[in-house]
Each structure stands twice: as C-alpha cells, then as structure tokens.
C-alpha cells in the first residue's frame, strides 16, 4: 500500500506542473508572462533604429559620457543584454554641448571645426553596433539613400543637410562610403531579434525649428517610405518584438517660446500666440515667428503620421508606445520620478527651458534624467505588451548624478546669443526663396 501511495505521489507531482495555469499579466490579462529564458530570447540582440532621441543627443551634441545615458542604452542595461553603441570622443560629434561651452574650459574654436567636421568614434573600426539612431534623420534618411537625396519629394534644404550631416558618417562606421548602408540596412543587417523605432520626429521638427510649416514631410510620401520599412522588418525572420513610438508635438519642446517673453522684445506686427527660438531677443513680424496658423499646420501633420504608426502596429501586433501623450502630460503638468521600485519620489522635474531638469539645453533634446523618464515609459510598454518583466530605471538615481539637474544654468544670461539670433533671423527670411520649400505656395 505504502509503495502505490508514493507512486500515485509522484505521478501527481510530475502531472502537476503542465496543470498549472500560467502566470498572468496584471497589466493585460490576455498576455501571459515570459519565462527568464524566453526573455533572454527575446532581447537576445537588441537594436534601436531612430533619430537624435534614439542616439542620446544632448544640446545639439552627441558625446560618450551622455551617450550612455540614452534610452536604448538605459533600456538594455535593466534588459541584461549586450548593447554597444558608437560612442564619440569629446567634444563629441556637432557643436560642442551648450552646457560644456559654459562650464568645461576645454572648450574651444577648434572643438566646434572638429565636432562639425572632424568627429571621432572612441572606436573607428566597431562594426557590431545596437544603437542607429542618427541625430538629424528622416524617415527617408534611414531607409535609402539616392531615395533621401535624389528622388524625394521633400526639400532642398533638408537634402542638403542628410548630405552634409556630420552624423551620418559618425554613426555607420565612420566612413562617406556607410552613407550607401543606411541605418535600417545595418540596423537588421545585424539580426536583431528585437527593435525599438522612433522615427518621423524631424520630418516636421526640422520645418518648426526653421519657422515655418512649408518643410514638413508630405504625408503620403512618409507613410508610403514608412510601409517599406515595415516589409523589410517582416522580412527579417530573426525579429520578435517591435517596438513603435509615435511622434510627439514638437512645438511644445521648450526650444519654443512665446513671442514676448521676458527674453523677448517684439517691434513689428506679430500674430499673438506665435513662437520664437529661445534665443532670440527681438521679433518684427510673422516672418520671424512659428504663427499660430503654422502651428496647427504642422501639429495635423504629426496627427496623421501618428495615425499612421497606430495602425501599423495594431496590424502588425506591434506594441505601441504613446510618446505624443507624455510630452503633452509633462509640458502641462511636468513629471514626479520614481524610484527603481515604482515608488514615486518628491522631486518633480518640469519641460521649462534650462531650469526643468527634463531637457538639455537646446530646448530640444532630453537631459540624462529625461531619457531615464522615457525609458521606463518604454520599459512598461514593453511589459504590458510582450509578457516581460525589465526592471525600472531608478530616475531618482540618475537625476542626482545629472549636471543639468544639480547644477543649472540658463545660456541666455551668461552667453552673446545675438549672433546665433541674427542667423536664425536670416535664415527664416531665406525661407521665402521658393526652391526651399516643399510646395511654391506663398508663406
């Protein structure tokens, strides 16, 4: 008897586990969570394809001190995988960071000749990168070339810059012959088996840091580029998770500021409600402003590229990360950081221009802490979504080693922005030359 009760015991032990019910997500019941081992599958080779908010751009720089701090890298590290990205010597690649040019006297007129001209990757010869995004990009820059340079629809100008941008050739391997292997190429090229996409940001960014709606991309141009993109993803059998994020609204970032503000003079007939660059101190009329009329042009571009990315992901069962709701939330309201354990702290970081604590000091780009902030955003939607269970990043702890956070500082009460407003000024009036724009309509 005692010998077929042990038997029946084992039989009940062995049979028990495949019973069980499987572990749920609390966050959507409908998605089982992920073993370790099928999560160390699924984040096996992660790679981010993106623009200047993928590769850790801060105040118009890209360095390897800050480099660490971007999101895709931030993500990694509490995904356990491997992630290199292409790091570039100080002063970095672009003009030197807004911040260092007050506060590091390494500084000098050669540090803007050789982050314009002459960047330096750490490691020249790296060809096992994770990170592409490409400060700059389009979403035709980082799928084909001769498409982005010679047979798009968009503008001169934005032409001119994918050709002369420093960044281009920093990123894909340091060499002008890595412009005809574009980023989504090398991207998958590596087989990733997972992605994150953020892409589409300067397609209307580009046009509202000019002063103008007359640069945005047109709308069927994108999502027609974007679809490729999508098809060459689904063709790449390695991937298992995709991760799209949508576009926020860029006249919001801080870059923007109202006309008449207490930096800000206006002399001249100027539509209220209208924007200028932070730096510039007088406004004589619209020419010289995002109106309210370009701003709404340029927020139903966003809106309909946004519904493009929503649908693709639904269709595609992609997850979804919805980054146009957060920066709206944290341009209203800021934002409370948290803790690695979800707690949240007492310390509220705000999109204010230089003094927030979220952005760096081009009013464009996050600070470190704001790419802590949007990587636990992501992080949850990858939760949610895939079953997964990647710690969060602790922002407390990232805020507190953060220069721009501890120790502010406002560039426009310590530095001459008047030449860099005279060429803004100058700029915009170009902007009336027709052969600039992507339509021959009058502004």
């Known amino acids: 008897m005692t010998m077929r009760r042990i038997f029946i015991g084992i039989s009940i032990l062995c049979i028990l586990p495949l019973t069980l019910p499987a572990v749920e997500n609390p966050a959507r019941p409908d998605v089982q969570i992920l073993t370790k081992e099928q999560q160390q599958a699924l984040f096996q080779t992660y790679c981010a394809i993106g623009d200047s908010l993928t590769q850790g751009c801060q105040a118009l720089n890209v360095e390897e001190s800050r ?48 982050g314009l001209m002459f960047p330096r990757r750490v490691d020249s010869r790296q060809d096992n990168i994770n990170n592409f995004g490409i400060s700059g990009a389009t979403m035709s820059q980082i799928l084909d070339w001769n498409l982005a340079v010679y047979r798009s629809p968009e503008s001169l100008l934005i032409k001119c810059m994918e050709f002369f941008s420093p960044y281009m050739t920093a990123t894909l391997g340091g060499h002008v012959r890595k412009r005809f292997e574009p980023e989504v190429y090398q991207a998958l090229k590596r087989n990733p088996t997972f992605l994150t996409i953020w892409i589409g940001n300067n397609d209307v960014f580009i046009s509202a840091v000019s002063g103008t709606s007359k640069l945005v ?41 109202p006309v008449g503000n207490p930096f800000n003079r206006v002399t001249g007939p100027v539509t209220p409600g209208s924007l200028v660059p932070f730096f510039i101190k007088e406004t004589r009329s619209d020419e010289e402003a995002l109106t309210p009329a370009e701003i709404e042009k340029i927020r139903s571009v966003i809106v309909q590229l946004n519904e493009k990315i929503a649908r693709t992901a639904k269709e595609q069962g992609w997850a979804l990360i919805d980054m146009h709701a957060l920066f709206s939330d944290i341009h209203k309201t800021g934002r409370r950081l948290q803790y690695a354990d979800g707690t949240l702290s007492d310390i509220t970081v705000r999109a204010d221009y230089a003094t927030g604590g979220l952005f760096s000091l081009d009013g464009m780009h996050p600070s470190s802490t704001g790419y802590a902030c949007l990587a636990n955003v992501i ?16 922002e407390v702890a990232v805020w507190k080693q953060d220069s721009i956070c501890q120790d502010p500082v406002d560039p426009r009460t310590v530095q001459d922005w008047t030449p860099m407003a005279m060429a803004w000024t100058f700029y915009t009036r170009h902007l009336q030359d027709k052969s600039l724009r992507v339509d021959g309509d009058s502004r």
């Not at 998770?241 to 970032?253: R, Y």
């Not at 992080?379 to 602790?394: L, S």
């Open 67 to 114: 480099q660490y701090w971007s999101f895709p890298a931030q993500i990694a590290r509490q995904m356990g995988t491997g992630f290199n990205q292409p790091l570039m010597k100080f002063p970095g690649c672009g003009f030197p960071n807004i911040e260092d040019a007050i506060k590091d006297k390494r500084i000098n007129m050669f540090s803007y000749v050789q």
């Open 379 to 394: 992080i949850r939607g990858i939760n949610d979504f895939y079953g997964t269970t990647i710690p969060m990043v602790d």
């Open 217 to 257: 991309v047109p709308v069927d141009f994108w999502c027609a580029t974007f679809d490729r993109m999508v098809e060459q993803i689904k063709a790449t059998p390695s991937v298992k998770g995709v991760v799209l994020i949508n576009i926020p609204d860029v006249t919001v970032a801080p870059f923007f500021q």
